[in-house]
C-alpha cells in the first residue's frame, strides 16, 4: 500500500520537524508507504494543476487530498474550490487510484489574527470552511468518497485550555495537533 498524501501547509506541516508530520507519524505508526507532497501556501488549484505529477505518476493505491483554507484566505469562491475538489476525485479514480478527502481544520481566529496580521477575516474563513465541511459530506455520500472529518472531530478536542499546546499560530499545528491528527486519520487506516 502507498498513500500519497496531496495539500497545503496542514499536509506539508508548516514549522514542524518531518519526524513529528502526521503524515510521518503513519508511515512510523503502520508501517505504509507515504508521500507527503503538502506544499506551503498552496490553494486547490495549484494542487489541481500537479494532480498528474505528483500523484497519479507516483502510482499510489489511495491519495489523500486536503485543501481550500488557503483558497478561502485568497477569497477565491467555495464553487471553485468544490470543483478542483470534486476533480481531483474523478481523476483519481480515473486512475484507478481510490481518494480520501481531508477535511480541514478550523482556524483560531484571535490567535491567527495576531500571528498573521490583518491577511483575512479568519471568522469568515471558519464559517466557510463549516460550508465547505458540509458540501464534502453530501459529496462524499453521493460518490461513496472516503473522507476523514478533521474538522469536526478536531473541534470536540480543542477548547480554549488547550488550543495552545495544538495550535502553533492559529492556522497550523503543533506536534501535538499532528498527533491528534493520526488519531483521528487511525480509524480509517486500520480498515484499509
Given at each position: 500500500?502507498?498513500?500519497?498524501?496531496?495539500?497545503?501547509?496542514?499536509?506539508?506541516?508548516?514549522?514542524?520537524?518531518?519526524?513529528?508530520?502526521?503524515?510521518?507519524?503513519?508511515?512510523?505508526?503502520?508501517?505504509?508507504?507515504?508521500?507527503?507532497?503538502?506544499?506551503?501556501?498552496?490553494?486547490?488549484?495549484?494542487?489541481?494543476?500537479?494532480?498528474y505529477r505528483d500523484v497519479v505518476e507516483n502510482r499510489p493505491s489511495d491519495v489523500f487530498i486536503m485543501g481550500?483554507?488557503?483558497?478561502?484566505?485568497?477569497?477565491?469562491?467555495?464553487?471553485?474550490?468544490?470543483?478542483?475538489?470534486?476533480?481531483?476525485?474523478?481523476?483519481?479514480?480515473?486512475?484507478?487510484?481510490?481518494?480520501?478527502?481531508?477535511?480541514?481544520?478550523?482556524?483560531?481566529?484571535?490567535?491567527?489574527?495576531?500571528?498573521?496580521?490583518?491577511?483575512?477575516?479568519?471568522?469568515?474563513?471558519?464559517?466557510?470552511?463549516?460550508?465547505?465541511?458540509?458540501?464534502?459530506?453530501?459529496?462524499?455520500?453521493?460518490?461513496?468518497?472516503?473522507?476523514?472529518?478533521?474538522?469536526?472531530?478536531?473541534?470536540?478536542?480543542?477548547?480554549?485550555?488547550?488550543?495552545?499546546?495544538i495550535y502553533l499560530d492559529g492556522l497550523h499545528f503543533t506536534p501535538r495537533g499532528n498527533e491528534m491528527?493520526?488519531?483521528?486519520?487511525?480509524?480509517?487506516?486500520?480498515?484499509?
Open positions: 500500500m502507498k498513500i500519497v498524501c496531496i495539500g497545503d501547509s496542514m499536509t506539508y506541516g508548516y514549522r514542524v520537524r518531518r519526524s513529528q508530520v502526521w503524515t510521518r507519524l503513519i508511515e512510523d505508526k503502520y508501517g505504509v508507504k507515504v508521500l507527503n507532497k503538502g506544499i506551503n501556501g498552496d490553494s486547490t488549484g495549484g494542487m489541481l494543476s500537479r494532480f481550500g483554507a488557503n483558497d478561502l484566505i485568497m477569497e477565491v469562491s467555495l464553487n471553485v474550490i468544490k470543483s478542483n475538489i470534486a476533480t481531483m476525485v474523478h481523476q483519481a479514480r480515473g486512475n484507478l487510484i481510490k481518494p480520501i478527502i481531508g477535511i480541514q481544520p478550523l482556524t483560531e481566529p484571535d490567535m491567527a489574527k495576531e500571528q498573521w496580521s490583518n491577511i483575512a477575516d479568519f471568522y469568515r474563513i471558519n464559517n466557510q470552511l463549516l460550508e465547505l465541511r458540509e458540501w464534502i459530506m453530501e459529496f462524499s455520500n453521493i460518490f461513496d468518497v472516503r473522507i476523514v472529518d478533521f474538522c469536526g472531530e478536531l473541534n470536540k478536542r480543542i477548547n480554549q485550555d488547550n488550543k495552545y499546546e491528527m493520526l488519531d483521528i486519520i487511525s480509524p480509517l487506516l486500520r480498515g484499509i
